[in-house]
């Protein structure tokens, strides 16, 4: 039962986030503290949403922006190595808080204050906030979103660009944690559940690809909100409920 829930999970929070880019990690992350402990979840979260960005952007390869990716990859490797240096493993409560607060943070911060990832700086800044949320929470999609939402790509540009830079994302999550701060992580994260991770994400990730192919850019903006605001709002009140 518990690998027949674990599937259906990544399989789902693929498939959404094939379609939006982002959400389903948020689902994904949820689901898997219920079941693992935090490293571990961690891990598995990051060898699914790989699979699943990894194989998103080979799917919607011509539409990458490359210079976006590599200057990206700056701002990452600097969040990269103040993590390393704080060797910092996060409560479950303190990353369920995180996990609801970020749609609500990604929204009141004013348009005018976060440069957009097209823009000189921006995508540095997005790798850094990015790496850092994502080492924080193991999620960082709606906060990276708010780097791409606002620029002149269209909605197959910014799925495809976002998951080029997610995928290094959780690269780094996954060496964090599985490797470097020290850990072998517990025998619940088996090569048996690995396997099924990836095979669930590449399936949900590929399923995707119409209903994408069928969105209004205007459309996917809308429901992209809805989908994240309501995500938070639960996690939100578990991260609160667990502290009270």
Known sequence: MALLSFAALA??????SGIFGMAGGMLLMGGLLLLFPVADAMVLHGITQMA???WRAILWHRYIVWPIVGRYALGLISAGALFLSLHLVP???FVFLILGALPFISRVIPARWLPQATRRGGAEL???????????????GPLVDVFFVRTPLDR???VATKAACQVITHLAKLLYF???IGGATSASVSPLIMVLAVGCA??????ARGFLERLSDHNF????WWVVMSVGAVYLARGVSAFV
């Open 156 to 158: 197959r540009a910014i």
């Open 11 to 16: 399989l789902a929070t693929s498939f959404i």
């Open 126 to 140: 997005c790798g850094f906030v990015g790496t850092s949320f994502q080492l924080l929470s193991g999620v960082s």
């Open 91 to 93: 409560d479950q409560r």
């Open 178 to 180: 599985g490797v470097l």
């Open 202 to 207: 590449i399936i949900g990730t590929t399923l």
């Open 221 to 224: 903006r809308r429901y992209t």
């Open 52 to 54: 699943s960005n990894g």
